[in-house]
T-cell receptor
């Protein structure tokens, strides 16, 4: 039972353009959502988060959008840079689960110069 | 070091042997998590320690898996009678509390032949 799904295993974007990574979830109890970035041979690092009371959170080039009715969130990176090439994981948690995060399968983003 | 430290970074073992994976969390972090990532999958929650509370073991896949956290710091994940399906990267994370940001180690890659 995959509660958090990232249906695109990979995405290729040209440098300078917008990268959009998508994530869907099924558990309506989730109220906190996060994106993590992972380089090869390193652990995931926190990128940006959003609470269910918001529908948008922005941090520099990164913006996360949350559509609660569709149980969908997305991460926008603009402009995309070669250093953004990594695997991006979407994660979600419910208050009752503290930080027991449920992760998606990840999307490998490649930024082409 | 200042980050989460895991050892060994790579472990190859024969089916049926026991293995121990170690995690040194960030000093002062009260929460510690174990996740694993199998090939092509997202991060799967295994177990969560918070302070002196009883651990949340709800993610452990079988009774061959166990973990302990001694003195509220270092944690050891033990897999008994390893099976080939146990092959994965085992990631440890720590946080300053139940709602703090998770900081991940680089992981221990386990290969069961």
């Amino acid at each position: 039972d995959q509660q958090v799904k990232q249906n695109s295993p990979s995405l290729s974007v040209q440098e300078g353009r917008i990268s959009i990574l998508n994530c869907d979830y099924t558990n309506s109890m989730f109220d906190y959502f996060l994106w993590y970035k992972k380089y090869p041979a390193e652990g995931p690092t926190f990128l940006i988060s959003i609470s269910s009371i918001k529908d948008k959170n922005e941090d520099g080039r990164f913006t996360v959008f949350l559509n609660k009715s569709a149980k969908h969130l997305s991460l926008h990176i603009v402009p995309s840079q070669p250093g953004d090439s990594a695997v991006y994981f979407c994660a979600a948690s419910a208050k009752s689960g503290a930080q027991k995060l449920v992760f998606g399968q990840g999307t490998r983003l490649t930024i082409n110069p | 070091g200042a980050g989460v430290s895991q050892s060994p970074s790579n472990k190859v073992t024969e089916k049926g042997k026991d293995v121990e994976l170690r995690c040194d969390p960030i000093s002062g972090h009260t929460a510690l998590y174990w996740y694993r990532q199998s090939l092509g999958q997202g991060l799967e929650f295994l177990i969560y320690f918070q302070g002196n509370s009883a651990p949340d073991k709800s993610g452990l896949p079988s009774d061959r898996f166990s973990a302990e956290r001694t003195g509220g710091s270092v944690s050891t994940l033990t897999i008994q009678r390893t099976q080939q399906e146990d092959s994965a990267v085992y990631l440890c994370a720590s946080s300053s509390g139940p709602n703090g940001e998770l900081f991940f180690g680089e992981g221990s890659r386990l290969t069961v032949l």
